[in-house]
């Protein structure tokens, strides 16, 4: 399994997609998967707590962290698990379901655009309002129980240059906030940092070459 993550307009799914069509072309079984999932088996309580303290999903504006009083809230150590265990726990049974089910039957490699590191950031530190070290503590007290990737890579790019590629989603503030955790978080991980400026065909090469180099054939 080799994940990618990064914040929005990083060029992460291109980036996926590319090193699939490349592996299949090189006759290495390989599929791209999506590594984080809109709420399935908890969706009750996900909505609840949803409605209640984060942002309206259906607003038609730049997604910004949560206001104070929801913040507040968030910190409420009660609320706080049960939010940030649903969550998890939601992730952790589409993963086996998507991702570790699936390849028990067939060897293959798993390409997961976004993955655990991707769902603590977005789903429960921006709205719960989680510093860099509490951050990097819920990662790795969840790789615990969830599968753990072959390699991961953090594809970084400036946080303008991604906010002129997708402006819809959050702001620049935002952007800048996340892509410092992605990169300090991402490194105490183990993750490989790549430069997401470069063309897509560096990139692919890039990735490509590392792979090979850890005995991926």
Avoid: W
Avoid at 38 to 57: D, G, H
Avoid at 183 to 210: M, N, Q, S, W, Y
């Amino acid at each position: 399994m080799i994940c990618f993550s990064g914040i929005d307009g990083s060029g992460k799914t291109t980036l996926c997609k590319n090193v699939v069509n490349e592996l299949k072309c090189s006759k290495i079984p390989s599929r791209y998967v999506y590594g984080r999932f809109l709420p399935v088996f908890v969706a009750p309580l996900f909505k609840i707590v949803s409605m209640l303290m984060l942002p309206n999903k259906n607003q038609q504006r730049p997604i910004e962290p949560a206001p104070e009083s929801r913040k507040r809230l968030l910190r409420n150590p009660v609320v706080f698990r049960l939010f940030m265990v649903g969550i998890l726990l939601d992730q952790l049974l589409r993963i086996i379901l998507k991702i570790s089910l699936p390849s028990i039957f067939q060897k293959e490699v798993v390409i997961c655009d976004r993955y655990l590191l991707d769902t603590i950031v977005l789903d429960v530190a921006l709205p719960c309002d989680l510093n860099d070290s509490e951050v990097l503590e819920l990662v790795n007290q969840s790789q615990r129980i969830f599968p753990r990737p072959d390699v991961s890579f953090v594809v970084n790019v400036p946080p303008l240059i991604a906010y002129q590629r997708k402006r819809d989603i959050h702001s620049l503030e935002v952007l800048e906030r996340l892509s410092n955790t992605y990169l300090k978080v991402g490194k105490r991980l183990g993750a490989i940092v790549i430069d997401g400026t470069f063309g897509p065909a560096e990139l692919k090469h890039l990735v490509l070459t590392k792979l090979r180099s850890i005995g991926l054939e």
